[in-house]
């Protein structure tokens, strides 16, 4: 049971640069979310979808696109990459109601 | 909007004492309450959550939440910690029902540190 699958793990990008964050869940969620994550500052919300072809921003979407072709793939692009990008992202999926929100292992992400 | 506020960014305990990490909440409307947890280089995991009925909520490894709306808090406990406890605690809300219930927020994260 994969569950939520993020690539790539590790990645450094020089300023300017663009690059796709890829996200796959296997669990058939309807509700995919991105996250990123910097010190003494918990997660804060990019951008989620409810399902296939629906997107919304959420706390900090500057700077990031995602797409939602699929239920299962959620992928998350940063066009024109700054330093205060470097962080720990997040994907995140839960079913509809009240379901609990199920991460991925994380991509740390530096801009140099 | 809802928010959540974590005030302690590091609790350090030692090992077998009593900890509380403490969560308050801002919220206009009904809210689900969570706590997840982080071990070092991985991602959160759902530790308990608040949904409706009960106020008091546990999980399976001996934490345990009171969800408390007249105080808007929502404070993890437990009674005896152990080193495997260590790890980062994120208490999170999403709103109960609206748009805004599509939305987990999460407080800024405390960092249980137990010590032998």
């Known amino acids: 049971n994969a569950g939520v699958t993020q690539t790539p793990k590790f990645r450094i990008l020089k300023i300017g640069q663009s690059m796709t964050l890829q996200c796959t869940q296997d669990m058939n969620h309807n509700y995919m979310y991105w996250y990123r994550q910097d010190p003494g500052m918990g997660l804060k919300l990019i951008y989620y979808s409810v399902g296939a072809g629906i997107t919304d921003k959420g706390e900090v979407p500057n700077g990031y696109n995602v797409s939602r072709s699929t239920t299962e793939d959620f992928p998350l692009r940063l066009e024109l990459a700054a330093p205060s990008q470097t962080s720990v992202y997040f994907c995140?999926?839960?079913?509809?109601?009240?379901?609990?929100?199920?991460f991925g292992e994380g991509s740390r992400l530096t801009v140099l | 909007a809802q928010s959540v506020t974590q005030l302690d960014s590091q609790v350090p305990v030692f090992e077998e004492a009593p900890v509380e990490l403490r969560c308050n909440y801002s919220?206009?409307?009904?809210?689900?309450l969570f706590w997840y947890v982080q071990y070092p280089n991985q991602g959160l995991q759902l530790l308990l959550k608040?949904?409706?009925?009960?106020?008091l909520v546990e999980s399976i490894n001996g934490f345990e939440a009171e969800f408390n709306k007249s105080q808007t808090s929502f404070h993890l406990r437990k009674p005896s910690v152990h080193i495997s406890d260590t790890a980062e605690y994120f208490c999170?809300?999403?709103?109960?029902?609206?748009?805004?219930?599509?939305?987990?927020?999460f407080g800024t994260g405390t960092l249980l540190a137990v010590q032998p």
């Open positions: 995140a999926s839960r079913a509809g109601g009240t379901g609990e929100l199920f």
């Open positions: 919220s206009s409307v009904s809210v689900y």
């Open positions: 999170a809300v999403r709103a109960g029902y609206g748009g805004a219930t599509n939305k987990l927020i």
């Open positions: 608040y949904l409706s009925g009960s106020t």
